[in-house]
């Protein structure tokens, strides 16, 4: 993403990874009319010629990326109109490139495509707030603070009940793989690893989902895991690498091997309490 800062007319960000989008702290007002993409250093924003790519996806896949972070943060506003000979000329991509990300951006509901139309921004209302890539948007722009919030209080939703019902499946091999992450996340903790702690934090929530048997949680395990990879805002047992975290995931793993599912809720509710500082966005877990 971008890191150097953007032009106050363009809306663009300076040349750099293009792998997260440096927002401004608040919310851009809404610009309706064509993007202006005249005037500004024609390095900003160029793609076709950067190595280092959006997580390895290739060039519609950074400029999906770039693009979609400019709609979240408001610098592409709704109704804003987007039109493709512009943006490959913009970023020096082919209209192939540019044809693909807008497709992309179409299915997470941030632009909509019709004849006699064009290509334009569509209202907040209408994106797919549980995208995977909008929910790490969002938690990186103006409206960062909503989206962690809400991710709280939707893994609080979530989780408790995949524990429960985790433990009434008895699988010993997920659950063994359950015992090892928790080995793992305390090894790293133990070396101060905190990018493997989270890795194999992420893997133990993402297979506690998976082990609930319900294909309708398992669908939302990528909520899980994006809200994993988002850090500050309300905070929750696993986004701080301690030893109550550890003994908590420990927990969960001794009540789903005793097949108890009433303490595998308790024990993931215990986890995902917030800390005091945002004590209003989640109640504090109730004993059974």
């Known amino acids: 993403m971008m890191t150097a800062a953007r032009s106050a007319d363009s809306g663009l960000a300076s040349p750099g990874e293009l792998d997260r989008y440096p927002y401004a702290d608040a919310p851009a007002v809404d610009r309706v009319g064509a993007p202006a993409w005249e005037g500004v250093d024609p390095e900003l924003g160029r793609v076709s010629r950067r190595a280092a790519g959006s997580r390895g996806r290739g060039l519609h896949g950074q400029l999906v990326q770039q693009l979609g972070q400019m709609i979240v943060s408001g610098d592409l506003g709704a109704d804003r109109p987007l039109v493709p000979e512009e943006i490959g000329q913009r970023f020096e991509v082919s209209r192939t490139v ?58 609080w939703t979530i989780e408790p009940l995949a524990a429960r019902l985790a433990a009434g499946h008895g699988r010993e091999d997920v659950q063994q793989r359950l015992a090892d992450m928790v080995g793992i996340m305390g090894h790293a903790m133990g070396q101060g690893d905190a990018l493997t702690f989270s890795r194999a934090d992420a893997e133990f929530h993402s297979l506690l989902i998976q082990m609930a048997g319900n294909r309708m ?52 509710r215990q986890l995902l309490t917030v800390h005091p500082e945002v004590e209003r966005v989640v109640p504090a877990p109730r004993e059974h």
């Open 217 to 268: 949680l398992e669908h939302l395990s990528g909520i899980v895991s994006a809200a994993l990879q988002v850090s500050g805002g309300p905070v929750t047992g696993c986004d701080r690498p301690n030893e109550a975290s550890l003994t908590q995931h420990g927990r969960i793993v001794d009540a789903l091997a005793a097949g108890d599912g009433a303490a595998a809720e308790t024990a993931m």
């Open 98 to 155: 540019v044809r693909e990300s807008l497709r992309v951006l179409e299915a997470k509901g941030l632009v909509s495509a019709r004849p006699n139309v064009g290509t334009r921004v569509r209202p907040v209302s209408d994106w797919n707030l549980l995208d995977p890539d909008i929910i790490e948007w969002r938690a990186f722009g103006p409206q960062r603070d909503d989206q962690r919030r809400e991710l709280s209080e939707l893994r």
